[in-house]
């Protein structure tokens, strides 16, 4: 019989948890409450005394000073004798629940005694509500709206009476029940090819006809059969174990079929240009071509074929990087989406070369507007509560890893209410050189065993991988769905770290999308075969079946490959560091991926079929220019209420509020942080970390990302992001010698169906941001290491079709010769001049400005790489020689919110003459503060290093435009020497930490 | 004269142990970061070492409140001594009647205070003040400014005025069990560090004050003074660069963190 511990804060003191629901509850619900208090229940599933019971209670579970405890039952009446109803959420059967896990180890240490791994902890929240006027409906619409999520959890609510009349609520354990028994099935696909599809639907394989043809005909070939039949194989068919695997392996997810297809493109002319590969012509393309141009001076180490891009750093280390997304389950369920995105991402440098010492992470996330009022399509969630669970659940991933989130962006638009986009990058050091090899390299031999290690297997996150390769649709799975545990894999991790440094094993990747399908598919690649035992990996709770366990995506696993002589060594530290770890069969070189169950064979795939049996796929784009309205306002009188409108927009206005929940400083190595200034509040262009205490070397990371261009040209939304993440990366003093690029695509489907009758001209948006990536990447110099493609990021339930914005989140890292130089984006003295740098033109189609009048229009900025490039070089040069007191980047908004951000976080005024600006056709004063042309900075030089700062500069475009004042007043003129704003600092800067501040 | 030897544990969630042992060495300290593994193992040995160091972090990811399930593990955990099992507890103690000094920051001073080893008055472990969730509801990094107490016995903060370092915390709101404890901390010295405003004035007002502790306590030691606790991060700030806003203030190269590690180093020497 299961017993409880109830475990509240002391009734004298603030329950600050009740009091934020009964916020959030008034404020998202709008129903009114008199008050909120909550209580952790414990349910103890095993046996225990009454003494033992009672001193878990009180040394456990609950801390004597600040909370009270019972195993009674009816705590919730002591600490709120007049609630009327209590509601207590808890996980569904099968659900990571952390706290549960922490709290058994806490009670085997108290008890002295070790529990068997079924009988558990399991944790719930009761919340004691009170409301005299609240229904049960009412109730239940709390929990369902707001503080369940029925995905992942279960609730109960008992009205005061029914409380009182079953004396608390009892006990119920959570415990996966009606286990069946493992079966392997087969599948027969001798059938026609509607059938065929309705085999991939059904069983959520994401495959197309033409894959599961591909699929059949393997097995009518009479060599295969011959040997299947040795094994003890079906001949002619596949078991559910191969078809799992293949489906897995040929997702869209792992395979990046869009990107590998061969395209038909035509242009707006009509020409047509055949593409073999988006990927291979246009990304690996650039960096073979920026390798070459680099020659000697190639500072690329690994690129392309390994978890993460590698690059030099300094002699002793190498720095690798990964940015993923985790957009799908992020719809279903915010924070275990984006939790399980982070520390997923941490896997990845986890599992570079021979694994990487983690040292900052840095996040990017597209939602809609939460302040979002109209109807929402059914099993969409509130915007609201998906920026909130996102954030949290990138708080809790990030901060819990001790690893700094340093850098990101938040972006607005109304479609991401179809699927946010959750962008989680994360950094590693490798050791250049490792037990006597470079330390980027796996180096797997035919014998070494196969270890699993970190986290058990569970029905979680099956299907992941195949699931984010379709839209989100009525029967998107709930399976899909799991929570990240951040310990166990800080655990792991810790322990990975020991064994790598003793040598211990010989190559190591990590176990996200398509679980060990995919990882142990992986590696088998490089001896050229694995043999795996299914039955062997430890399970969550009893029933899995043989594919389940091979396509699980739980969460905190790595694969390992050990050599026999030192799995000993390898097992023991694992256990002495509680990490679990198990051998699950060895890596051969038989040509094959080998599964086994209990000693049969229960699926048998050729690594040549697996890997390169899909057929390609043959896709149409054509390029049609869109056409939008053109503006015909005049320019504003007030364009000073302009200006503080556009600082309050949310693309523009301040992110502190989300920033400042992740811990940036761990490590030691933050040098800019996310926010500077006289008030430790303004908005950095970029962060530089020092990842070496004892060096003074620098790594330097950016991101530019900007939707909204694409509504006019992809083409040009691309080579806008590359220029912004490059100039982000410049502005606080990274150089273009050692800097690369990763770019991260989530596109709306763009192959043409009955679903996406425009999928010819969503392709050729892809299409053009390719060549745009190519063409800029090239022209900058900065060589693409690695990259991900989401491309299902629609939404289409009933009549409804929400289809995001193409996306390209361009990230760089570089490395920053010496962090003493770097440069922030606040004004810093009076009487320091101000300069702008780079060409304005009356370039505001998709701009901030225009947006907020309800425009898109045409004139879509356009980028001059070469221009660019000269003017980033001579800066760069100018930051090295300490000329520059600081510098912002000017994108969104123009001039006027980059100024306006300079002087406000500085605490000073400034005077300035935009008539001075370097300009080309700029007509209206307008065009001229708030236009968002590419290339621009605007920096502050002391006035005794003008004559040197002007001659760096060059020949580039740059002007004096004014200088900074005390008296915290921003002055600017017009193209007509007119004063066009005038207006305090504090104003503007409370304007732009106004929106967001509160959430 | 002794040498300043920190061991600096590691393990379950611990995330400072590489910045924290580096400023140790800064100090001019011998520092070695342990995971507790080897502790409880019996790999690495208390006895060794005259400064024990309870870096930040989340053991055991805060679950069941910050540090108390990792109280847990150290109060009842066994480590293995002599080919059989001592209790940790008595290895902690035989440190702390050896003269030695220990210290914990952040998620570290949450578990000193969970174990009962701060602040300490009775010589026993025994937990009487505690630490709760912030009054903002949040996890916060933001720099906050410290008043040392001139008259604290501790020997970390001898010769500060006053501080600027990163709280980066959920869970840093300090309570105390009755208005009695904290009279006797307050009488009694224990309180070597608050929040204060940028002025210097002691603050119960956000953020100067990021969690609503009471009476502004940042941190707590012993009657000895030996045994040092607080929510802010020292070994956040040893260099310069390390300060939000050294790109527009003139800084000395060594950072504010890095006085509480002198005075151990030389406090141990001394001794």
Known sequence: MAKRVEVAVNPELRDSRGEGCAREIEEFLHIPLEGVRTLDAFTLDFEVTDGELAALAKEVFSDPVIQVSSTGGMLGAEIFPSFDWLLEVGYLPGVTDNEGRTAKEAVEMLLERSLPHQEKVYTSVQYLIKGSSLERETVEKIAAGLLANPLIQRWRILSREEYEASGGVSPEVPRVTGVSKPIVNEIDLEVSDEELLEISKKGLLALTVGEMQAVRDFYREEQNQAKRAALGLPADKPTDVELECLAQTWSEHCKHKIFNATINYEDEGGNVEVITSIFKTYIQGATKKVREDLGEDDYCLSVFIDNAGVIAFDDDYSLCFKVETHNSPSALDPYGGALTGIVGVNRDPMGTGMGSQLIFNVDTFCFANPFHEEELPPRLLHPRRIYEGVVTGVEHGGNKSGIPTVNGTVYFDDRFLGKPLVFCGTAGLIPRTLNGGPGHNKRTKAGDLVVMAGGRIGKDGIHGATFSSEELHEGSPATAVQLGDPITQKRLYDFLLIARDRGLYSSITDNGAGGLSSSIGEMAEQTGGARLNLDRAPLKYPGLHPWEILVSESQERMSIAVPEENIDEFMALAEKMRVEAVVMGEFTDEGAFHLLYDGKTVGYLPLEFLHDGLPPMLLNAKWTPPQHEEPTFECPNDLTGELTGLLGRLNICSKESIVRRYDHEVQGGSVIKPFVGAQNDGPSDAAVNRPLLDSFEGVVTANGISPRYSDIDAYWMTALVVDEAIRNAIAVGGTLDHLAGLDNFCWCDPVESEKTPDGRYKLAQLVRSSKALYEYTTAYGVPLVSGKDSMKNDYSIGGTKISIPPTLLFSVIGKVPDIRKSVSMDAKRVGDLIYVLGKTLPELGGSEYWAAKGYTGNSVPKVDAVANKELYRALEKAIQDGLVASCHDCSDGGLGVAIAESVFSGDLGASVDLSKAPIDGVVRNDELLFSESAGRFVVTVSPEKKASFEAEMGGSAFALVGEVTEGEKLIIDGLGKERIVETGTVALKEAWQTPLAAL | ?271
């Open chain 2, 1 to 271: 004269m002794r040498t300043p030897k920190a061991l600096v544990i590691t393990g379950n969630g611990i995330n400072t142990e590489r910045e924290s042992a580096h400023a140790c060495r800064l100090a001019g300290m011998e520092a070695d970061i342990a995971h507790m593994a080897l502790i409880f193992s019996g790999e690495v040995q208390l006895k060794d070492y005259n400064f024990l160091y309870f870096p930040g972090g989340f053991l055991d990811g805060d679950d069941l409140g910050s540090a108390k399930a990792g109280a847990v593990r150290f109060k009842y955990g066994k480590v293995v001594k002599e080919g059989s099992k001592a209790r940790f507890e008595d290895e902690l103690l035989g440190l702390v009647e050896r003269g030695g000094l220990v210290l914990g920051v952040c998620n570290g001073f949450q578990l000193m205070v969970k174990m009962g080893l701060l602040p300490f008055m009775e010589g026993k472990l025994k937990q009487s003040v505690s630490l709760s969730h912030n009054d903002s509801g949040r996890f916060e990094d933001r720099w906050v400014y410290l008043a040392v107490e001139p008259d604290s016995p501790c020997v970390f903060t001898r010769g500060a005025e006053n501080l600027y370092y990163p709280v980066r915390h959920g869970e840093g709101k300090f309570i105390p069990s009755s208005n009695e404890t904290l009279s006797a901390i307050e009488a009694q010295k224990l309180v070597p560090v608050r929040y204060t405003t940028p002025k210097g004035e002691i603050t119960s007002e956000y953020p100067w004050n990021p969690n609503g502790s009471v009476n502004a306590i940042a941190g707590l030691c012993d009657p000895t003074g030996r045994l040092f606790g607080l929510m802010p991060h020292p070994e956040a700030f040893v260099h310069r660069t390390q300060h939000p806003r050294w790109t527009r203030e003139d800084l000395p190269e060594e950072g504010l963190g890095l006085i509480l590690y002198k005075n151990a180093a030389e406090y141990i020497r001394q001794s």
